[in-house]
């Protein structure tokens, strides 16, 4: 149990494209999820929060209209990255809790490689 | 700034003896710890925590021990196996920020058969 996927798991795009990535979980309900950015030998950044049917909170320096999160059911939250540029190019984790108290029920998703020309 | 640091990033270590992952913190806030394990191309999954009112917690071979006037945590893999090669990921909860892990650098441990 307490599997979250990530779609897609790696995309190569453009620079000034719009890239969606998925995260899903699929055998509980999610009331919170976490986005993750991860640089090469880095410690994994906590981009945003977002609480189904809320809008997201973003971390200092997170710019919100370039990273589109939507939380739009219990299951399913989307990231967004509009007009990618090569800086944007990393390693995107997302993570989903019922009670984002409980650190330790906290389920990661495999990530998601992007690269942007 | 960088709240959690895990100073060190590689670690090798012959099977069946004991490894050994360090992690520091600086914010006094902190009062849970969490150590994740990561393999490639997978997400990272839980392996252990501890709470600040604890000095220490044991779960087989995995042993935390957190030190909380040093704002230092550790943890204790006996004995080593193959099959623990990976990346250990520290990451710290607490103060206003509800739900929020903030995460080391991690340490990449490769055990020797």
């Known amino acids: 149990g307490a599997v979250v996927s990530q779609h897609p798991s790696r995309v190569i795009c453009k620079s000034g494209t719009s890239v969606k990535i998925e995260c899903r979980s699929l055998?509980?309900?999610?009331?919170?999820m976490f986005w993750y950015r991860q640089f090469p030998k880095k410690s994994l950044m906590l981009m945003a929060t977002?609480?189904?049917?809320?809008?997201?909170?973003?971390e200092q320096g997170v710019e919100k209209d370039k990273f589109l999160i939507n939380h739009a059911s219990l299951t399913l939250s989307t990231l967004t990255v509009t007009s990618a540029h090569p800086e944007d190019s990393s390693f995107y984790i997302c993570?989903?809790?019922?009670?984002?108290?409980?650190?330790?029920?906290?389920?990661f998703g495999p990530g998601t490689r992007l690269t942007v020309l | 700034d960088q709240q959690v640091k895990q100073n060190s990033p590689s670690l090798s270590v012959q099977e069946g003896r004991i490894s050994i992952l360090n992690c520091d913190y600086t914010?006094?806030?902190?009062?849970?710890f969490l150590w994740y394990k990561k393999y490639p191309a997978e997400g990272p999954t839980f392996l252990i925590s501890?709470?600040?009112?604890?000095d220490k917690n044991e779960d087989g071979r995995f042993t935390v021990f957190l030190n909380k006037s040093a704002k230092h945590l550790s943890l204790h893999i006996v004995p080593s196996q193959p099959g623990d090669s990976a990346v250990y990921f520290c990451?710290?909860?607490?103060?206003?920020?509800?739900?929020?892990?903030?995460f080391g650098q991690g340490t990449i441990l490769t055990v020797h058969p």
């Open positions: 914010n006094s806030m902190f009062d849970y």
């Open positions: 977002s609480n189904e049917g809320s809008k997201a909170t973003y």
């Open positions: 501890i709470s600040s009112i604890k």
């Open positions: 993570s989903a809790s019922v009670y984002p108290g409980a650190y330790n029920e906290q389920f």
């Open positions: 990451a710290a909860a607490g103060g206003t920020s509800y739900g929020k892990l903030t």
């Open positions: 055998d509980f309900q999610a009331t919170t």
